[in-house]
């Protein structure tokens, strides 16, 4: 008895000390596909949490998205609504500048490299559906697709699994749903259509725009380079 009082004191005394943390509600964010979801800040435990799954080689970005995101049906979120998400994340956990390491690739010099997430660009996905109607420009036909959700991560993880797994996507090839039928179709496709389609699954120029130009400080070299999503991005750098 004397113990559950002690405990429910310090419970209300670490509540009374964080009651003034403007970052403890919830914000809500507009996604790409047009959705509305909530977002809340990482506590140092989910960072904690988050830390050990990276070292252990294993993506925290799901659990991530478990802990901060409410109004969605996680395992439906568009794969580009989740990058923008975690972008938004770390920019309400840790401020909007993330810092980064590269080398150049022209001197090999160590950089850092500082970005403003506030300031990548945005390209929203009109009529941003799970699914969508396309023509495919070398055999004519048209193709009903499914856009990539969480769900489909491990199934496309690389570019041999996404050419394997592609069949999962198209729901309807002309007037085909039988999956025998679009297997044995798609593998006789010319690369150009299945190019196609995979752009249009993976949604490719929406979202957040994680492509950066880097100056190297030492040579002046421009390099191209995509945003790394690794363990540094999910604490604070
Ligand atoms: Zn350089």
Redesign the pocket.
Known sequence: MAINEEKIDVDSIVEGLLSDLPTNTETEIELPSGGIAKIKPITFEEERQMVALSNKGEDPSTLLIEKCVTGLDLNKILLIDKIYLLFKLRELSFGSVYKFHMS??????Q?TISIDINEMPVAPLEGGSEKVEIDLPMCKKKVLLRRASVSDEKVISDTSKMLDNLWRFILKFDEYDDPMIIQKVLSKLPAGDVNTMISEIMCEGFGISTEVMAR??????DSKMELPLDKNFFSVS
């Open positions: 150049c690739p022209s001197c090999k010099e950089q190297c400080s030492a040579c002046g070299h």
